[in-house]
Every structure is written in structure tokens, then in C-alpha cells.
């Protein structure tokens, strides 16, 4: 034991010789702030902005792949990318981690990317260094859940979640004629998360525009198993039930695979997101599902768009307004049999 | 971090060697030489034989790391800037994962680490904790993020020491429960926090260093004492090594183990803290999954998944060659499915790497 101490100071010794050696081999290279450039935007004639222009670096990230749609945001996106020989695409780990997420943005701002393309897993845990990235003089599009400054981000792409509940809770209205005892049913997805908030606001109020309310809601988490567990318990909590709306095409394959074990049929269901499948479903029409509400999964690939535009400072075609946008949002459309075709192509596989 | 001298090496031996490890006095302890203890005069293999020895594998495999880092990523990897991303990333989970090496080393296990984190940072942004936080001062939110984690801590404790219950099973009652409560005090949204003292002392620096790594240098310095310099860390060891010798030589063992859940409890409301800062949120979502890493870097490290063996530095070790990794592979912008392939592999390389090295270590 008496040696102790002065092996602990050695080893002690040679730890700190170490840290020494990994600071020393560090550069310290001055922070050097990227002025913000403020030149004009060049409003370039509609057709144009595709040809090459000066090289962007992206980094993008986004929550792990745990579900279809997810999955298919990351996949759009580097394919987007790569058809554009002038955008580096820098893909991150997809992570449910916030610390991590965090320090993916830390990394991509040592890089000094472009331009960052960011699909938070928690909007509001990330607006702090979304701004960092953003005083850094780094181009921020975020992508699907919002942060919760205006200064963390140049342009946000959203989907329309209150439209989709507005979208589902209309057609359900139509299908239902009038019905005013209808029970309605609603399976959300992540209940945390603001977007399921706002679905579900969105539904709520169209069902009260024509005197219907939800009976009975269940919420899961995007992905199939939880779909098939809420719904098994939500159809044991309602014997009888006229429609079901379900937020998530992903777990709806849960969802409808609890509703074959039950047997039950005496209702019609209406999905969420849009994945090919349940449109291959809609179109064959031999399942319950009668329709689904689009949330589209194009969202990552129009932010590197995007953030290429604002790099290079071109103007978004189509629109008089010389800059572009500072918010994007997109369309959530109901999908029947009679138009399914015309969605199926840009439809996700989950 | 000579860790390994004047401790049993095996569950076994701990049984016959307890007594040693039950310091009756001060000189019986600087007296006895263990086995595994270099003899003087050694050379190269003495210092193999060392703590160091013990993590030479680990310091490779990081040294190593660093050098693809270098070759890969040069212009961006071997700068402060980034050195400080990955040690603000290591912070959380390190400080985690020094709670769970005691537990551990006592034979435990806890898999409640990311739910007790998110519980307490919940209860540290709501409850009316927020808004006495900006009347009276932040510390209400820093000790109740404490309070919380030790006092779910203490339960796990309790229900395994006195209740007899498995730590497994009991610990993961407690990721459940936790997990649970978090969310409906937070009714599943995310609490932003608005205490802006709070968000400038955590989020800022100390002589161009992070806090938030202050306080993981601070909180694996105190461990590390802990562990190899006091009795409680020499319980511990008799304990994990064999739990009935260690009763017989008179180590009253629930309420030491009581105490090293009570511990991991209160590293988990440390890293709340500094997850709080880092997001500026207290989120029910927050910490998941920490429980595996936190698992990871321990056995990386070197201490025995049994119990009766165990290592902090090789703890800090196991933490900074994942973060590193996941640096390394975020820079070079290779295929996010290969990065979890590679971290499996690097798991199992490390850990024969550990064994190899630890075993011609021992041997004299």
C-alpha cells in the first residue's frame, strides 16, 4: 500500500503529460465569425436555379429512423441531394438523443457547413444551439417540428398537421352524413410531441363543426407495435365504434392488424402521413381503410433545396418575391379511391 | 488509478481476502501486498501490471481513434472547438455512467439511470420549481433535480436491499415508473426553461472550458477518491465481490448497497442538471436509452459486470472512445447504419482487448 501515492502521482503524471499533448495538438484557430454576407439576392430567371452554381456543404439531421416515414425523410433527402452536383450532403446519425443531437450540431458548425437542414427530435430542446448555428453565420432550415425562436432558423418547412386533423375530421364528417350519435374514435401518435397537439386540435374542431366529438382516444408512437397496442385497447374500451382516425400510417399496419384479430367491421378507418401502402390498401378497397390524410415526407429534400437556394442566394422560382420564405408549409390533401392515383407516386414506403 | 492493488482480484478470492479489504486499521493496510501488486523492478511489465496497465487497451483504442480522427477530418477534428463538442457530449452520460460503476462494482445493476434523469429534470422545470427559482434563486431547481434523482435512488435502493428484490427486476420497475410519472407532471410536453441565471452559470465557461465538463472532471475526480481512497469504495469492492463474506467481516451490506443506489440517483440528477442546461427543457424524453450507454462505457472500462471489480477512469475511458467514435464518424459523414455496426464491433474488440491485456497484467 506504501507505494500507492507515488505510483498514483506517476500515473497522475503521465494522465496529465496526455492532456497536455491532446491540447497542444489542438489548433487554436481564432473563431473566426463568418460576417453575415448581406449581398442581394439575384432574382434569377424561373428555370435557372437548378444549373450549378458555388459548392454548398449540408449537414443534416434528424431523430433515428424508428418508423416509415422517418425513414423515408432521410432517404428523400440524400437522394435529393445527390442530384445536385454542386451539394455536399453531410448526414448525421439519427438519434432520439437530444444531448447528441445537440453536439451534431456543434460538429457540423466546426465544419463550417453552408447550411444546416435540421429535423429536431424535440423542437425546443434544440433551439439553443440552432441559434448558435445561426449567429455562426450557418444558413438554419428546419424541417417538420419547430423550434421555439424565430432566430434559430432563416426558413422552416412544416407540414400542416392542424390541416390533416382538419382534412380527416371533414371527410369523417361527409362519410358519416349527419350522424350525431356517431362515435368517432381517434389514435394519436407521440402525445408529447406538438404536432400530435395540434392534429388533434384540428380534429377536434372539424367533428364540432357537424355536432360529432371524439369518444375515445388512444395515443401510440409512430411505430407499428405501439399502433397494434393502442388500438387493441381501445377497441376493447369501445364496443361499438362508426369511424377510427389514426395519425400515422406507420403504426397504422399495427393498427390494422389489431383490428383483423378483433373481427370487428362495423366501422371505417382514415389514415395519416401517407405511405404507399395503405394508398395500394385505399385503392384496392377491400380493407377498412377508406382514406388517409398526406403529411409529406419530401420535407428534409425541399429544405436542402432550400438551403441551397439561400447559400447561393437565388430566389425561389415561381414567386415574385425576390427571397425566399421564411416558413414553407405544405398541403395535407385527403386521399380516396378517386384521386389515389395521382398521390401514389410520391407516396413513402414504410 | 492503480485501482487494482490491496483489492481482490476475483468473487472468489474476495471471500478468503476480505478481511483485508475491511480496513481495521490503518497499518494493516499499508503493509499487506496484494497479489497483482508489481514488484519492484519489473520494467515494462511492472507497469503493465499498474492501473494504467489495466487501461492501456483503452487509452489504444482511443489514441487510435484520435489518429483516424487526425487523418480522416484533420482540419476540423484536432481543434479546441472540437475536442469541446465531444467532452460538452461526454459530460450527460459520463456522469451517468460514474453513478452506475459503483452500482455495478457493489453487484448491481441499474436500468433506471434514464428515467430517474428525466423524471428529475421534469420535476426541476415544473411544480411551481421554475417560479421559485426566478423569486428566490436557481439553487431550488438545482437541489430539487438532486433531491429527485437520489430520492428515486433511494427507493431502488430500499427495494432491493431490504425488499429482496433482484436488482434487474427493481430497477426496472423504477425506468417504468419514473419514465411514467415524468410524463404526467409534464403532461408530456416539454417544460422550457425561463431561469436565466440557471441557463448562463451551466451553459457558460470556466477558463474556456464548459461547465457542464468541469463538473464531469469534478464529479469523476470525487468518484474516483471515492472508490480507491476511502472505505466506503473498499466496502464496495467486498460487497460486489461477495456480498455474504463481506456481512460476516462486519459490513452492515443493505444499508451499503441502499447507498449506492442512493449514489447513481444522485450522478442522474447531476446529469439532469446538466441536460437542462445543455437543452435549456426538462423533457419526459430525456436520458433514453442513457442505461445502455451507461452500461457500455462501464464494462468497457473494465469493471466486472458481476461486481467486486471496478474502474472510474476506465469508466471515463469507455465514455470518451464513444463519443469519440461517433465524432469521428459524424465528421467523415459515413453510413448512419455503419456507425452502429462499428459500435457493436468496438464493444467487442475492446472488451478482449480489456481482457487480454488485463489478463497478462495479472499474471506475473
Not at chain 1, 211 to 237: I, Y
Not at chain 2, 83 to 99: D, K, P, Q
Given at each position: 500500500?506504501?507505494?500507492?501515492?507515488?505510483?498514483?502521482?506517476?500515473?497522475?503524471g503521465?494522465?496529465?503529460?496526455?492532456?497536455?499533448a491532446?491540447?497542444a495538438?489542438?489548433?487554436?484557430?481564432?473563431?473566426?465569425e463568418?460576417?453575415?454576407?448581406?449581398?442581394?439576392?439575384?432574382?434569377v430567371?424561373?428555370?435557372k436555379?437548378?444549373?450549378?452554381?458555388?459548392?454548398?456543404?449540408?449537414?443534416?439531421?434528424?431523430?433515428a429512423?424508428d418508423h416509415?416515414?422517418?425513414?423515408?425523410?432521410t432517404k428523400?433527402t440524400?437522394?435529393?441531394?445527390?442530384?445536385?452536383?454542386?451539394?455536399?450532403?453531410?448526414?448525421?446519425?439519427?438519434?432520439?438523443?437530444v444531448?447528441?443531437?445537440i453536439?451534431?450540431?456543434?460538429t457540423f458548425?466546426?465544419?463550417?457547413?453552408?447550411?444546416?437542414?435540421?429535423?429536431?427530435?424535440?423542437g425546443?430542446?434544440?433551439?439553443?444551439?440552432a441559434?448558435?448555428?445561426?449567429?455562426?453565420?450557418?444558413?438554419v432550415?428546419?424541417?417538420?417540428?419547430?423550434?421555439?425562436s424565430t432566430?434559430a432558423?432563416?426558413?422552416?418547412?412544416?407540414?400542416?398537421n392542424?390541416?390533416?386533423?382538419?382534412?380527416?375530421?371533414?371527410?369523417?364528417?361527409?362519410?358519416l352524413?349527419?350522424?350525431t350519435?356517431?362515435?368517432?374514435?381517434?389514435?394519436?401518435?407521440?402525445?408529447s410531441l406538438?404536432?400530435?397537439?395540434?392534429r388533434?386540435?384540428?380534429?377536434?374542431?372539424?367533428?364540432?363543426?357537424?355536432g360529432?366529438?371524439?369518444?375515445?382516444?388512444?395515443?401510440?408512437?409512430f411505430?407499428v407495435e405501439?399502433?397494434?397496442?393502442?388500438?387493441?385497447?381501445?377497441?376493447?374500451?369501445?364496443?361499438?365504434i362508426?369511424?377510427i382516425?389514426?395519425h400515422?400510417?406507420d403504426?397504422?399496419?399495427?393498427?390494422?392488424?389489431?383490428?383483423?384479430?378483433?373481427g370487428?367491421?362495423?366501422?371505417?378507418v382514415?389514415?395519416?402521413?401517407g405511405?404507399?401502402?395503405?394508398?395500394?390498401?385505399?385503392?384496392?378497397?377491400?380493407t377498412?381503410?377508406?382514406?388517409t390524410?398526406i403529411y409529406?415526407?419530401t420535407?428534409?429534400?425541399?429544405?436542402?433545396?432550400?438551403?441551397?437556394l439561400l447559400?447561393?442566394k437565388?430566389?425561389?422560382?415561381?414567386l415574385?418575391?425576390?427571397e425566399?420564405?421564411?416558413?414553407?408549409?405544405?398541403?395535407?390533401p385527403?386521399?380516396?379511391?378517386?384521386?389515389?392515383?395521382?398521390?401514389l407516386?410520391?407516396a413513402?414506403?414504410? | 488509478?492503480?485501482e487494482?492493488?490491496?483489492?481482490?482480484?476475483?468473487?472468489?478470492?474476495?471471500?478468503?481476502?476480505v478481511?483485508?479489504?475491511v480496513?481495521?486499521?490503518?497499518s494493516?493496510?499499508?503493509t499487506?501486498?496484494?497479489p497483482g501488486?508489481p514488484?519492484?523492478?519489473?520494467?515494462?511489465?511492472?507497469?503493465?501490471?499498474?492501473?494504467?496497465?489495466?487501461?492501456?487497451?483503452l487509452?489504444?483504442?482511443l489514441?487510435l481513434?484520435?489518429?483516424?480522427?487526425v487523418i480522416t477530418?484533420g482540419?476540423?477534428?484536432?481543434?479546441?472547438?472540437?475536442?469541446?463538442t465531444?467532452?460538452r457530449l461526454?459530460?450527460?452520460?459520463g456522469?451517468v455512467?460514474?453513478?452506475?460503476?459503483?452500482?455495478?462494482?457493489?453487484g448491481?445493476?441499474?436500468?433506471?439511470?434514464?428515467?430517474m434523469?428525466?423524471l428529475?429534470?421534469?420535476?426541476?422545470t415544473?411544480?411551481?420549481t421554475q417560479?421559485?427559482?426566478?423569486?428566490?434563486?436557481m439553487?431550488?431547481?438545482v437541489?430539487?433535480?438532486?433531491?429527485?434523482?437520489a430520492?428515486?435512488?433511494?427507493?431502488?435502493?430500499?427495494?432491493?436491499?431490504?425488499?429482496k428484490?433482484?436488482p434487474?427486476?427493481?430497477t426496472?420497475?423504477m425506468?417504468?415508473?419514473?419514465?411514467?410519472?415524468?410524463?404526467?407532471?409534464?403532461?408530456?410536453?416539454?417544460?422550457?426553461?425561463?431561469?436565466?441565471?440557471?441557463?448562463?452559470?451551466f451553459?457558460?465557461?470556466?477558463?474556456?472550458?464548459?461547465?457542464?465538463?468541469?463538473?464531469?472532471?469534478?464529479?469523476a475526480?470525487?468518484?474516483?477518491?471515492?472508490?480507491?481512497r476511502?472505505?466506503?469504495?473498499?466496502?464496495?469492492?467486498?460487497?460486489?465481490?461477495?456480498a455474504e463474506?463481506?456481512?460476516l467481516?462486519?459490513?452492515k451490506v443493505q444499508?451499503?448497497?441502499?447507498?449506492?443506489?442512493?449514489?447513481?440517483?444522485?450522478?442522474?440528477?447531476?446529469?439532469?442538471?446538466?441536460?437542462?442546461?445543455?437543452?435549456?427543457t426538462?423533457s419526459?424524453?430525456?436520458?433514453?436509452?442513457?442505461?445502455l450507454?451507461?452500461?457500455?462505457?462501464?464494462?468497457?472500462?473494465?469493471t466486472l459486470?458481476?461486481?467486486?471489480?471496478?474502474?472510474i477512469?476506465?469508466?471515463?475511458?469507455?465514455?470518451?472512445?464513444?463519443?469519440?467514435?461517433?465524432?469521428?464518424?459524424?465528421l467523415?459523414?459515413?453510413?448512419?447504419?455503419?456507425?452502429?455496426?462499428?459500435?457493436?464491433?468496438?464493444i467487442v474488440?475492446?472488451?478482449l482487448?480489456?481482457?487480454r491485456?488485463?489478463?497478462?497484467?495479472?499474471?506475473?
Amino acid at each position: 500500500m506504501s507505494a500507492r501515492p507515488a505510483r498514483f502521482l506517476k500515473v497522475a503524471g503521465i494522465a496529465g503529460l496526455s492532456s497536455l499533448a491532446l491540447i497542444a495538438c489542438t489548433s487554436n484557430t481564432p473563431e473566426a465569425e463568418k460576417t453575415s454576407d448581406t449581398g442581394a439576392t439575384q432574382a434569377v430567371a424561373g428555370g435557372k436555379n437548378d444549373e450549378p452554381g458555388q459548392k454548398v456543404k449540408i449537414g443534416f439531421s434528424a431523430p433515428a429512423a424508428d418508423h416509415g416515414w422517418m425513414g423515408a425523410i432521410t432517404k428523400a433527402t440524400q437522394a435529393e441531394a445527390k442530384k445536385f452536383s454542386d451539394v455536399e450532403l453531410i448526414v448525421a446519425e439519427g438519434t432520439n438523443d437530444v444531448n447528441l443531437q445537440i453536439s451534431q450540431v456543434e460538429t457540423f458548425i466546426n465544419q463550417k457547413v453552408d447550411a444546416i437542414v435540421l429535423l429536431p427530435f424535440d423542437g425546443a430542446a434544440l433551439t439553443a444551439v440552432a441559434t448558435k448555428a445561426m449567429d455562426a453565420g450557418i444558413t438554419v432550415v428546419n424541417v417538420d417540428r419547430e423550434f421555439g425562436s424565430t432566430f434559430a432558423a432563416r426558413t422552416t418547412v412544416l407540414g400542416d398537421n392542424k390541416g390533416m386533423g382538419v382534412s380527416a375530421g371533414t371527410y369523417i364528417c361527409k362519410e358519416l352524413k349527419g350522424k350525431t350519435d356517431a362515435v368517432v374514435a381517434e389514435i394519436a401518435g407521440i402525445d408529447s410531441l406538438p404536432l400530435t397537439q395540434a392534429r388533434s386540435q384540428g380534429f377536434k374542431e372539424a367533428l364540432a363543426d357537424c355536432g360529432l366529438k371524439v369518444s375515445n382516444r388512444v395515443a401510440a408512437e409512430f411505430t407499428v407495435e405501439s399502433g397494434e397496442k393502442a388500438a387493441a385497447n381501445l377497441l376493447q374500451a369501445a364496443p361499438k365504434i362508426d369511424a377510427i382516425w389514426n395519425h400515422d400510417d406507420d403504426q397504422g399496419v399495427g393498427v390494422m392488424a389489431a383490428i383483423k384479430n378483433s373481427g370487428r367491421k362495423e366501422f371505417f378507418v382514415v389514415g395519416g402521413a401517407g405511405s404507399a401502402n395503405v394508398m395500394r390498401d385505399i385503392k384496392a378497397g377491400n380493407t377498412l381503410m377508406r382514406a388517409t390524410v398526406i403529411y409529406p415526407s419530401t420535407q428534409g429534400a425541399d429544405g436542402v433545396r432550400l438551403a441551397r437556394l439561400l447559400v447561393q442566394k437565388k430566389s425561389l422560382g415561381d414567386l415574385v418575391e425576390v427571397e425566399v420564405p421564411r416558413t414553407v408549409q405544405l398541403y395535407a390533401p385527403v386521399v380516396t379511391k378517386d384521386n389515389v392515383d395521382q398521390y401514389l407516386p410520391t407516396a413513402f414506403e414504410s | 488509478m492503480s485501482e487494482e492493488v490491496a483489492r481482490p482480484e476475483t468473487a472468489t478470492a474476495a471471500g478468503d481476502k476480505v478481511q483485508d479489504a475491511v480496513p481495521a486499521t490503518a497499518s494493516t493496510q499499508s503493509t499487506t501486498r496484494q497479489p497483482g501488486a508489481p514488484r519492484n523492478g519489473g520494467g515494462a511489465a511492472s507497469i503493465l501490471r499498474t492501473g494504467l496497465g489495466r487501461n492501456v487497451g483503452l487509452v489504444v483504442a482511443l489514441v487510435l481513434l484520435c489518429i483516424v480522427g487526425v487523418i480522416t477530418a484533420g482540419d476540423t477534428f484536432a481543434t479546441s472547438a472540437n475536442v469541446l463538442t465531444i467532452l460538452r457530449l461526454a459530460a450527460v452520460v459520463g456522469v451517468v455512467s460514474i453513478g452506475m460503476t459503483f452500482v455495478i462494482t457493489g453487484g448491481g445493476i441499474d436500468l433506471s439511470v434514464g428515467a430517474m434523469l428525466a423524471l428529475a429534470s421534469v420535476w426541476a422545470t415544473t411544480l411551481a420549481t421554475q417560479q421559485m427559482a426566478a423569486d428566490y434563486g436557481m439553487i431550488f431547481m438545482v437541489s430539487t433535480a438532486l433531491l429527485v434523482g437520489a430520492a428515486c435512488g433511494l427507493v431502488n435502493g430500499l427495494l432491493i436491499a431490504y425488499g429482496k428484490i433482484v436488482p434487474f427486476i427493481a430497477t426496472l420497475a423504477m425506468l417504468a415508473g419514473a419514465r411514467g410519472l415524468a410524463e404526467i407532471i409534464s403532461d408530456r410536453k416539454t417544460q422550457i426553461i425561463t431561469v436565466n441565471p440557471f441557463l448562463d452559470l451551466f451553459g457558460g465557461s470556466f477558463i474556456g472550458v464548459p461547465v457542464l465538463v468541469w463538473m464531469f472532471v469534478i464529479v469523476a475526480a470525487l468518484g474516483w477518491v471515492l472508490l480507491n481512497r476511502t472505505t466506503f469504495g473498499r466496502r464496495t469492492f467486498a460487497v460486489g465481490g461477495n456480498a455474504e463474506a463481506a456481512r460476516l467481516a462486519g459490513i452492515k451490506v443493505q444499508r451499503h448497497t441502499v447507498a449506492l443506489y442512493v449514489l447513481a440517483g444522485l450522478c442522474c440528477g447531476i446529469a439532469a442538471v446538466m441536460l437542462m442546461a445543455r437543452t435549456t427543457t426538462g423533457s419526459s424524453t430525456h436520458g433514453q436509452l442513457y442505461e445502455l450507454d451507461a452500461i457500455a462505457a462501464v464494462v468497457i472500462g473494465g469493471t466486472l459486470l458481476s461486481g467486486g471489480r471496478g474502474t472510474i477512469v476506465g469508466t471515463v475511458f469507455g465514455v470518451l472512445i464513444f463519443t469519440t467514435l461517433n465524432n469521428v464518424f459524424t465528421l467523415n459523414n459515413l453510413s448512419i447504419s455503419a456507425q452502429s455496426v462499428a459500435k457493436g464491433l468496438i464493444i467487442v474488440i475492446a472488451v478482449l482487448l480489456q481482457q487480454r491485456l488485463a489478463a497478462r497484467a495479472t499474471t506475473p
